[in-house]
Protein backbone atom coordinates (compact mmCIF):
# COMPACT_ATOMS: atom_id res chain seq x y z
CA UNK A 1 0.00 0.00 0.00
CA UNK A 2 1.24 3.70 -1.07
CA UNK A 3 2.14 5.18 2.43
CA UNK A 4 2.15 8.30 0.96
CA UNK A 5 0.14 11.28 2.64
CA UNK A 6 -3.43 11.09 1.11
CA UNK A 7 -4.07 14.44 3.50
CA UNK A 8 -1.77 17.49 3.90
CA UNK A 9 -2.20 20.35 5.93
CA UNK A 10 0.75 22.77 6.45
CA UNK A 11 0.91 25.83 8.80
CA UNK A 12 -3.74 25.88 8.75
CA UNK A 13 -5.01 28.82 10.94
CA UNK A 14 -8.26 30.18 11.23
CA UNK A 15 -9.06 33.66 13.02
CA UNK A 16 -12.69 34.94 13.90
CA UNK A 17 -11.49 38.83 15.12
CA UNK A 18 -9.14 38.56 17.99
CA UNK A 19 -10.04 34.84 18.56
CA UNK A 20 -7.49 32.18 17.46
CA UNK A 21 -10.16 28.85 16.81
CA UNK A 22 -7.44 27.30 14.88
CA UNK A 23 -3.68 27.87 15.21
CA UNK A 24 -0.85 26.78 12.86
CA UNK A 25 -1.17 23.41 12.52
CA UNK A 26 0.54 20.56 10.32
CA UNK A 27 0.07 17.41 9.97
CA UNK A 28 -0.61 14.49 7.48
CA UNK A 29 -2.71 11.58 6.46
CA UNK A 30 -1.73 8.54 5.37
CA UNK A 31 -3.44 6.75 2.53
CA UNK A 32 -5.64 3.98 3.89
CA UNK A 33 -5.19 4.59 7.86
CA UNK A 34 -7.99 5.89 10.12
CA UNK A 35 -6.42 9.42 11.70
CA UNK A 36 -7.88 10.62 14.53
CA UNK A 37 -8.00 14.36 16.23
CA UNK A 38 -8.48 14.19 19.58
CA UNK A 39 -9.20 16.94 21.75
CA UNK A 40 -11.88 19.01 24.27
CA UNK A 41 -15.05 21.51 23.51
CA UNK A 42 -13.18 24.18 22.23
CA UNK A 43 -10.24 22.62 20.98
CA UNK A 44 -10.54 23.18 17.38
CA UNK A 45 -11.23 20.21 15.75
CA UNK A 46 -14.66 20.73 13.87
CA UNK A 47 -13.39 24.24 12.55
CA UNK A 48 -10.35 21.94 11.49
CA UNK A 49 -12.82 19.86 9.39
CA UNK A 50 -14.53 22.47 8.44
CA UNK A 51 -11.24 23.58 6.42
CA UNK A 52 -10.49 20.75 4.96
CA UNK A 53 -13.81 20.14 3.68
CA UNK A 54 -14.49 23.91 2.34
CA UNK A 55 -17.45 24.88 4.90
CA UNK A 56 -14.67 27.41 6.23
CA UNK A 57 -12.24 29.43 4.56
CA UNK A 58 -8.72 29.73 5.88
CA UNK A 59 -7.28 31.96 7.63
CA UNK A 60 -3.87 30.96 6.67
CA UNK A 61 -2.24 27.66 5.61
CA UNK A 62 -3.20 25.25 3.04
CA UNK A 63 -4.41 21.89 2.30
CA UNK A 64 -4.14 19.24 -0.18
CA UNK A 65 -5.69 16.29 -0.71
CA UNK A 66 -5.28 13.69 -3.54
CA UNK A 67 -2.48 16.43 -4.66
CA UNK A 68 -5.68 18.74 -5.23
CA UNK A 69 -5.46 22.23 -3.46
CA UNK A 70 -8.38 22.14 -1.23
CA UNK A 71 -8.41 25.72 -0.49
CA UNK A 72 -8.16 26.93 -3.96
CA UNK A 73 -9.92 24.20 -5.73
CA UNK A 74 -12.52 22.90 -3.14
CA UNK A 75 -15.17 21.32 -5.77
CA UNK A 76 -12.48 19.13 -7.27
CA UNK A 77 -11.31 17.98 -3.63
CA UNK A 78 -15.12 17.12 -2.61
CA UNK A 79 -15.61 14.72 -5.73
CA UNK A 80 -13.25 12.40 -4.06
CA UNK A 81 -14.51 13.26 -0.19
CA UNK A 82 -17.46 11.77 1.66
CA UNK A 83 -18.34 14.15 4.60
CA UNK A 84 -20.22 13.14 7.57
CA UNK A 85 -21.07 15.74 10.03
CA UNK A 86 -21.85 16.14 13.00
CA UNK A 87 -25.86 16.83 12.72
CA UNK A 88 -27.51 14.59 10.31
CA UNK A 89 -27.77 16.45 6.94
CA UNK A 90 -30.72 14.39 5.42
CA UNK A 91 -34.23 14.52 4.84
CA UNK A 92 -36.89 13.91 7.42
CA UNK A 93 -39.77 12.97 5.32
CA UNK A 94 -37.84 10.80 2.79
CA UNK A 95 -37.35 7.24 3.51
CA UNK A 96 -33.89 5.56 3.79
CA UNK A 97 -33.25 4.05 0.38
CA UNK A 98 -34.73 7.68 -1.01
CA UNK A 99 -32.24 9.66 1.16
CA UNK A 100 -29.47 7.28 -0.25
CA UNK A 101 -30.68 7.33 -3.86
CA UNK A 102 -30.75 11.45 -3.67
CA UNK A 103 -27.07 11.58 -2.17
CA UNK A 104 -25.77 9.32 -4.98
CA UNK A 105 -27.75 11.98 -7.49
CA UNK A 106 -25.61 14.67 -6.45
CA UNK A 107 -22.89 12.93 -7.17
CA UNK A 108 -23.90 11.88 -10.53
CA UNK A 109 -24.40 8.48 -10.03
CA UNK A 110 -26.91 6.74 -12.67
CA UNK A 111 -29.95 5.60 -10.87
CA UNK A 112 -29.29 2.09 -11.56
CA UNK A 113 -25.86 2.56 -9.78
CA UNK A 114 -27.04 4.39 -6.98
CA UNK A 115 -30.37 2.55 -6.41
CA UNK A 116 -28.20 -0.83 -6.50
CA UNK A 117 -25.67 1.00 -3.91
CA UNK A 118 -28.19 2.19 -1.87
CA UNK A 119 -29.69 -1.31 -1.05
CA UNK A 120 -26.33 -2.71 -0.48
CA UNK A 121 -25.46 -0.03 1.88
CA UNK A 122 -28.72 -0.87 3.79
CA UNK A 123 -27.73 -4.62 4.02
CA UNK A 124 -24.63 -3.93 5.71
CA UNK A 125 -25.65 -1.20 8.13
CA UNK A 126 -28.52 -3.50 9.25
CA UNK A 127 -31.35 -1.28 7.97
CA UNK A 128 -33.11 -2.88 5.08
CA UNK A 129 -36.25 -3.05 7.16
CA UNK A 130 -35.82 0.73 7.97
CA UNK A 131 -35.40 1.35 4.17
CA UNK A 132 -38.78 2.61 3.41
CA UNK A 133 -39.69 4.37 6.89
CA UNK A 134 -39.25 7.90 6.98
CA UNK A 135 -35.88 9.13 8.23
CA UNK A 136 -37.57 11.09 11.03
CA UNK A 137 -39.10 7.50 12.49
CA UNK A 138 -35.04 6.46 12.98
CA UNK A 139 -33.61 5.94 16.21
CA UNK A 140 -30.34 8.00 16.95
CA UNK A 141 -28.25 5.09 16.35
CA UNK A 142 -30.10 4.58 12.93
CA UNK A 143 -30.00 8.25 11.36
CA UNK A 144 -26.08 7.84 12.33
CA UNK A 145 -25.76 4.99 10.51
CA UNK A 146 -27.84 6.33 7.30
CA UNK A 147 -25.84 9.58 7.49
CA UNK A 148 -22.21 7.55 6.90
CA UNK A 149 -24.10 5.03 4.99
CA UNK A 150 -24.84 8.61 2.43
CA UNK A 151 -21.51 9.80 3.20
CA UNK A 152 -20.11 6.56 1.51
CA UNK A 153 -23.00 6.04 -1.55
CA UNK A 154 -19.97 7.27 -3.68
CA UNK A 155 -17.52 5.28 -2.66
CA UNK A 156 -14.95 8.14 -1.75
CA UNK A 157 -10.86 7.69 -1.71
CA UNK A 158 -11.32 10.01 1.99
CA UNK A 159 -14.11 9.89 4.31
CA UNK A 160 -14.25 12.84 7.29
CA UNK A 161 -16.32 11.91 9.90
CA UNK A 162 -17.65 14.62 12.99
CA UNK A 163 -17.77 12.59 16.16
CA UNK A 164 -19.01 9.52 14.65
CA UNK A 165 -20.60 8.19 17.93
CA UNK A 166 -21.42 10.79 19.81
CA UNK A 167 -25.17 10.58 21.49
CA UNK A 168 -25.68 6.58 20.23
CA UNK A 169 -26.47 3.56 21.62
CA UNK A 170 -23.90 0.82 22.45
CA UNK A 171 -25.03 -1.56 19.67
CA UNK A 172 -24.78 1.43 16.86
CA UNK A 173 -21.42 2.54 18.03
CA UNK A 174 -19.51 -0.82 17.88
CA UNK A 175 -21.19 -1.05 14.33
CA UNK A 176 -19.96 1.91 13.07
CA UNK A 177 -16.31 1.13 14.30
CA UNK A 178 -16.40 -2.33 12.85
CA UNK A 179 -17.69 -0.31 9.21
CA UNK A 180 -14.69 1.75 9.86
CA UNK A 181 -12.34 -0.93 9.86
CA UNK A 182 -14.25 -2.87 7.06
CA UNK A 183 -13.56 0.53 4.83
CA UNK A 184 -9.93 1.29 6.22
CA UNK A 185 -9.23 -2.63 5.01
CA UNK A 186 -10.66 -1.78 1.59
CA UNK A 187 -8.65 1.32 1.15
CA UNK A 188 -10.47 4.15 2.60
CA UNK A 189 -8.76 7.08 4.04
CA UNK A 190 -10.25 7.75 7.24
CA UNK A 191 -10.27 10.91 9.55
CA UNK A 192 -12.51 11.36 12.58
CA UNK A 193 -12.83 14.00 15.15
CA UNK A 194 -13.77 12.62 18.16
CA UNK A 195 -13.45 13.06 22.03
CA UNK A 196 -14.31 9.57 23.09
CA UNK A 197 -10.68 8.32 23.45
CA UNK A 198 -12.08 4.87 23.70
CA UNK A 199 -12.82 5.70 19.96
CA UNK A 200 -9.52 7.01 19.02
CA UNK A 201 -7.56 3.90 21.17
CA UNK A 202 -9.35 0.94 19.19
CA UNK A 203 -9.62 1.79 15.94
CA UNK A 204 -7.00 5.07 15.29
CA UNK A 205 -3.97 4.10 13.35
CA UNK A 206 -2.53 7.38 14.51
CA UNK A 207 -3.83 10.36 16.89
CA UNK A 208 -3.02 13.84 17.43
CA UNK A 209 -3.76 15.54 20.38
CA UNK A 210 -5.39 19.18 19.49
CA UNK A 211 -6.16 21.59 22.59
CA UNK A 212 -6.66 25.44 22.32
CA UNK A 213 -6.23 25.17 18.43
CA UNK A 214 -2.83 23.70 18.65
CA UNK A 215 -1.62 20.08 18.09
CA UNK A 216 0.34 19.16 21.05
CA UNK A 217 1.00 15.63 20.12
CA UNK A 218 0.71 13.20 17.10
CA UNK A 219 1.43 9.61 16.83
CA UNK A 220 0.58 6.06 17.13
CA UNK A 221 -0.79 4.81 20.45
CA UNK A 222 2.33 3.16 21.45
CA UNK A 223 4.82 6.44 20.35
CA UNK A 224 2.18 8.41 22.52
CA UNK A 225 2.74 6.00 25.59
CA UNK A 226 6.37 6.09 25.49
CA UNK A 227 6.30 10.02 24.78
CA UNK A 228 5.72 11.05 28.31
CA UNK A 229 7.42 9.63 32.18
CA UNK A 230 4.20 7.94 32.85
CA UNK A 231 5.54 5.61 35.81
CA UNK A 232 4.13 2.51 37.14
CA UNK A 233 1.63 1.08 39.22
CA UNK A 234 1.17 -2.37 40.80
CA UNK A 235 -2.04 -3.11 43.18
CA UNK A 236 -1.78 -5.88 45.81
CA UNK A 237 -4.62 -7.39 47.84
CA UNK A 238 -3.57 -9.39 50.90
CA UNK A 239 -4.81 -11.61 53.71
CA UNK A 240 -3.04 -8.84 56.64
CA UNK A 241 -2.89 -5.22 56.86
CA UNK A 242 0.18 -3.84 55.02
CA UNK A 243 0.54 -0.71 56.29
CA UNK A 244 3.34 -2.31 58.84
CA UNK A 245 5.24 -2.99 55.86
CA UNK A 246 5.00 -0.26 54.16
CA UNK A 247 8.26 1.52 55.16
CA UNK A 248 10.08 -1.67 54.45
CA UNK A 249 9.20 -1.79 50.40
CA UNK A 250 9.51 1.63 49.81
CA UNK A 251 13.20 1.21 51.46
CA UNK A 252 13.79 -2.16 49.78
CA UNK A 253 12.25 -1.29 46.32
CA UNK A 254 14.41 1.53 45.84
CA UNK A 255 12.53 4.52 44.28
CA UNK A 256 8.90 2.76 45.27
CA UNK A 257 6.29 4.67 47.00
CA UNK A 258 3.99 2.49 48.64
CA UNK A 259 0.04 3.76 49.71
CA UNK A 260 -2.37 1.00 51.68
CA UNK A 261 -5.71 1.31 52.22
CA UNK A 262 -8.17 -0.13 55.18
CA UNK A 263 -8.88 -3.50 53.27
CA UNK A 264 -5.74 -4.95 53.52
CA UNK A 265 -4.83 -3.81 50.33
CA UNK A 266 -1.63 -1.68 48.66
CA UNK A 267 -0.76 0.41 46.00
CA UNK A 268 2.95 0.68 44.72
CA UNK A 269 4.11 3.38 42.60
CA UNK A 270 7.30 4.16 40.66
CA UNK A 271 8.60 5.77 37.64
CA UNK A 272 10.77 2.81 37.26
CA UNK A 273 9.27 -0.63 36.12
CA UNK A 274 8.96 -2.88 39.35
CA UNK A 275 8.70 -6.82 38.39
CA UNK A 276 5.62 -8.09 40.15
CA UNK A 277 7.51 -11.54 41.54
CA UNK A 278 10.11 -10.01 43.30
CA UNK A 279 7.33 -8.08 45.40
CA UNK A 280 5.54 -11.07 45.98
CA UNK A 281 8.41 -13.14 46.83
CA UNK A 282 9.44 -10.16 49.40
CA UNK A 283 5.87 -10.41 50.98
CA UNK A 284 5.75 -14.22 50.68
CA UNK A 285 9.19 -14.15 53.07
CA UNK A 286 7.53 -11.81 55.55
CA UNK A 287 4.80 -14.12 55.81
CA UNK A 288 2.46 -12.59 54.16
CA UNK A 289 -0.04 -13.88 51.26
CA UNK A 290 -1.19 -12.20 48.78
CA UNK A 291 -4.34 -13.10 47.14
CA UNK A 292 -4.64 -10.69 44.22
CA UNK A 293 -1.70 -8.60 41.98
CA UNK A 294 -2.27 -7.08 39.29
CA UNK A 295 0.22 -4.24 37.32
CA UNK A 296 -2.08 -1.32 36.20
CA UNK A 297 -0.64 -0.22 32.26
CA UNK A 298 -1.56 2.97 31.86
CA UNK A 299 -4.13 4.09 29.04
CA UNK A 300 -4.31 6.68 26.45
CA UNK A 301 -6.39 8.64 28.95
CA UNK A 302 -3.98 8.90 31.11
CA UNK A 303 -1.14 9.71 28.39
CA UNK A 304 -3.96 12.74 27.41
CA UNK A 305 -4.35 13.98 31.02
CA UNK A 306 -0.69 14.22 31.43
CA UNK A 307 0.47 16.00 28.00
CA UNK A 308 -2.69 18.12 28.18
CA UNK A 309 -3.00 18.84 31.71
CA UNK A 310 -7.01 18.19 30.79
CA UNK A 311 -8.37 16.77 33.87
CA UNK A 312 -10.00 13.15 33.79
CA UNK A 313 -12.91 14.05 35.36
CA UNK A 314 -13.91 17.02 32.53
CA UNK A 315 -13.66 14.38 29.78
CA UNK A 316 -15.73 12.33 31.65
CA UNK A 317 -18.44 14.97 31.72
CA UNK A 318 -18.26 15.85 28.10
CA UNK A 319 -18.26 11.72 27.55
CA UNK A 320 -21.54 11.49 29.73
CA UNK A 321 -23.32 14.56 28.57
CA UNK A 322 -22.28 13.94 24.68
CA UNK A 323 -20.23 17.07 24.30
CA UNK A 324 -19.04 18.16 21.43
CA UNK A 325 -15.85 19.51 20.51
CA UNK A 326 -15.49 22.05 18.13
Do not use: W
Request: overall charge positive; hydrophobic content about 40%.
Amino acid sequence: MDIAGIVTVANLSKRYGSLIAVNDISFSIRQGEIFGFLGPNGAGKTTTINMMIGLARPSGGSVAINRIDAVKDIKKAQSIMGIVPDESNLYDEMDGFDNLCFCGSLYGMSKAKRENRAKKLLERFDLTNAGKRPFKAYSKGMRRKLTIAAGIIHEPKILFLDEPTTGIDVESARQIRRLLLELKRGGTTIFITTHYIEDAERICDRIAFIVDGGIVAAGTVPELMKSVSHGYTIQLAADTDLKPLAEELQIHFDGCIVKTEKNNSATLFSEKRIALSPVLQYLDGKGVAVFEAKELRPTLEDVFVKITGIEAARLKKERERGGMVK
